[in-house]
């Protein structure tokens, strides 16, 4: 258990709907990360959080958006979804930038 | 950005066997993490290993920064190693907290 907590686990939705996929950072983790993880793109970052500020930006799209609150829970928001949006969506955990990532378990979405 | 490269993409070990696999990246780095996801999906994290040489059980992992390259190491396989094992590094050049991955190597060890 890397004490990273991601809900819900699994998620189907039909195109065009919004989800929001939920994160719980390691216990003193001040930096949540975001990461997309599918069959033809691999594992790919998406956005980075610190202390509730947005700190770094990757290959995120603009219908997804992020946020860090002030407990330093993050919530990842996908909208318009798209069958190519099916995907597992990582959330990790780090104690300082660049620090040794934690990975939660995956919510894994699926857009039918 | 940074590319990273690992080889093989795929390896077949039988139980007992020692292998090792490889990192390559474009640019210069200061943060290098080896990942391994097993059959059940979850990301565990083996190294944080900017530079050096580090052990844990029977995984070590090399990195040699200025060539830009890292290792890792498993010895006497288990079928509880199979899965598929990432590096992920960050530089100056995306950020290093930006952590980019490899493709990976898939690794199956058979009984």
């Known amino acids: 258990d890397s004490g990273v907590t991601q809900t819900p686990k699994h998620l189907i939705t039909a195109t065009g709907q919004r989800v929001t996929l939920r994160c719980s950072p390691r216990?003193?983790?001040?930096?949540v990360y975001w990461y997309q993880q599918s069959l033809d793109q691999g594992l790919q970052f998406l956005i980075q959080y610190y202390n509730g500020e947005e700190r770094a930006k990757g290959n995120i799209l603009e219908r997804f958006s992020a946020q860090q609150f002030p407990d330093l829970h993050s919530e990842l928001n996908l909208s318009s979804l798209e069958l190519g949006d099916s995907a597992l969506y990582f959330c990790a955990s780090s104690n300082h930038h660049g620090g040794k990532l934690f990975f939660g378990e995956g919510s894994r979405l699926t857009v039918l | 950005g940074i590319q990273v490269e690992q080889s093989p993409p795929d390896l077949i070990l039988q139980e007992g066997a020692n292998s090792t696999l490889r990192c390559n990246f474009s640019?210069?780095?200061?943060?290098l993490q080896w990942f391994h996801q097993n059959p059940w999906g979850q990301l565990i994290n083996l190294f944080y290993?900017?530079?050096g040489t580090k052990q844990n059980g029977r995984l070590s992992a090399t990195t040699v920064a200025t060539e830009r390259y890292s290792l890792l190491y498993i010895s006497s396989s288990q079928t509880t190693d199979s899965g598929v094992y990432f590096c992920a590094v960050g530089g100056r050049s995306g950020g290093y907290n930006k952590l980019i991955f490899g493709a990976g190597t898939r690794l199956a060890v058979h009984p």
């Open positions: 216990s003193g983790d001040l930096s």
């Open positions: 640019d210069s780095v200061n943060n």
């Open positions: 290993i900017p530079s």
